[in-house]
């Protein structure tokens, strides 16, 4: 059973949908505005140029920040759960698991188990939808400008996809 009923994942997804497309966003407008080289006059002044890419810059900080505090929350309410309901059963185990189980085996576990769910867990689940979060961006991004790269990236995809 997710945490909170998984109400919170929404939002992480949001938040770091919402950096992805600040970040393609400030990449765009510095390539639009920007001048080509000092012959050519730029598109819009440098008054205008700099506090718009500053703008989506804490923007994108924003959803950083957004992303990682949902994620450390999430991380921590799982293993709150997680930790409570391994208490549970150590607490319910039968009489008989006590007595055949010494007890610096199973404090050593469940710290073990529990250090991993503190410390790895929610971030690697968090890094992982990052990743998965950036790969869709960059093809969205890519079926957008060279949308002919897809001749190459679908049959390449499918290789790897069935090499797996």
């Known amino acids: 059973m997710a945490v909170r009923g998984g109400l919170l994942v929404p939002f992480i997804i949001l938040a770091q949908s919402l950096f992805q497309l600040l970040q393609i966003c400030s990449n765009y407008w510095m390539a639009w505005a920007s001048p080509l080289s000092p012959e050519f006059e730029p598109k819009m ?3 205008y140029l700099f506090p718009m890419y500053i703008l989506l810059s804490v923007g994108s900080s924003l959803c950083v920040l957004m992303h990682a505090t949902l994620i450390a929350v999430v991380g921590i309410l799982t293993s709150q759960k997680f930790f409570t309901r391994m208490l549970h059963s150590v607490l319910k185990a039968p009489m008989s698991f006590s007595d055949s189980t ?3 085996r199973i404090l050593n576990r469940t710290s073990t188990d529990q250090s991993v769910m503190d410390m790895e867990i929610a971030n690697k ?6 990743s998965i979060i950036r790969i869709l961006g960059t093809i969205f991004l890519m079926s957008q400008c060279a949308w002919q790269v897809f001749t190459i990236f679908v049959p390449v995809t499918t290789v790897c996809v069935w090499y797996q």
Do not use: E, H
């Open 45 to 47: 002044g440098m008054s």
């Open 102 to 104: 010494p007890i610096g």
């Open 125 to 130: 689940v968090g890094r992982c939808a990052f």
